[in-house]
């Protein structure tokens, strides 16, 4: 059964023991898991990885069920679950385990996937999705939390650390703390400090590759691959940026269909773009139409997934994909 994250408050699930949380936004998943599941949860809590999940489900599910008979509070948290959890979560539904919330964690699951129509389509279990936060959601988290603090930031600094949360709120709260932080020894803070201190999903060399990759400098890209040894992470944040970035330049190009004006189109962004991306917008709307980029788009989510399940050959597929245009 399907629940939107803003339903969760109306609703007792105390008769449901299996939640799915999918989706790319970490932030909102952490958010819900701590102020719904975890609040006023006084019980004991087990957190594994989906591998070693796996590894040991007999071990696990066998205590699971002795536990489930003689304590009333256990729950279980599953992170960065894929289709291999498909059997052990059927296996589990099975036997009934009682008294014991289990919650998998997972990124972008297709429709198509297994794990997401068991959920979906099951009355008795929860699937949660996830979707990226939009600017206006960021920003009245970003004002909160600066109003809290009492931290003055101009309204040029906030759209920019807005732009470099790419969609995902937890990305903007670690980079607000960050400030938080600063701001302590210092009363005063420019653009030009946000710009030094934030850097999460704006990192300079995935910044540049992927702009590069927009407007197809293949010369360029491959000198910024072959210069950089990207380790596994720096490769999922590379797909993630290429993702926001393509998402923001559709919506764009598919204003232009209609305005026929790039500059009135750059200029009536939000988040605003700022004068020193312009020119490289330019280019990335001349470079690409609607069609190759909603193809792009599919493929960044299909890698996401084969690097999540076998991350080996990761920079090996990025490479392959970026040349591939």
């Not at 989510?301 to 245009?325: A, G, H, M, P, R």
Request: net charge positive; with cysteine; proline share 1%.
């Amino acid at each position: 059964m399907i629940i939107k994250t803003q339903e969760l408050k109306k609703k007792s699930f105390k008769n449901f023991s299996l939640f799915l949380m999918y989706g790319k936004n970490e932030g909102f998943k952490n958010d819900i898991i701590n102020n719904y599941f975890l609040k006023d949860f006084d019980g004991e809590i087990n957190k594994y990885e989906e591998n070693s999940f796996i590894e040991n489900q007999d071990e696990i599910i066998s205590e699971l069920l002795n536990k489930s008979l003689f304590e009333s509070q256990k729950m279980v948290i599953i992170s960065r679950v894929t289709e291999k959890i498909y059997k052990t979560i059927q296996e589990i539904i099975e036997k009934k385990i009682i008294n014991i919330s289990i919650i998998l964690r997972s990124g972008v699951l297709e429709k198509k996937s297994k794990l997401r129509n068991l959920f979906e389509k099951n009355k008795s279990l929860i699937a949660i999705p996830f979707y990226e936060d939009n600017s206006v959601e960021l920003y009245s988290i970003a004002k909160g939390f600066l109003q809290k603090n009492k931290i003055n930031l101009s309204r040029e600094s906030i759209n920019l650390l807005i732009n470099r949360a790419s969609g995902d709120r937890g990305n903007l709260i670690s980079e607000l703390n960050k400030i938080y932080s600063f701001s302590i020894s210092n009363k005063q803070i420019t653009l030009e400090n946000i710009e030094r201190l934030t850097n999460l999903t704006e990192n300079h060399g995935v910044n540049e590759l992927v702009n590069n990759y927009l407007i197809k400098n293949t010369k360029y890209v491959a000198k910024i691959l072959n210069e950089n040894n990207y380790s596994d992470d720096d490769c999922i944040l590379i797909l993630r940026t290429i993702l926001a970035k393509s998402k923001k330049l559709l919506v764009m190009i598919e204003q232009n269909k209609t305005i026929n004006n790039i500059d009135e189109v750059i200029s009536k962004a939000r988040p605003p773009i700022f004068w020193k991306e312009k020119e490289n917008m330019k280019a990335q709307l001349k470079t690409w139409n609607s069609d190759e980029l909603k193809g792009k788009i599919y493929k960044i989510n299909q890698i996401e997934l084969t690097i999540k399940s076998n991350n080996k050959n990761s920079l090996n597929l990025i490479s392959d994909f970026i040349f591939n245009y």
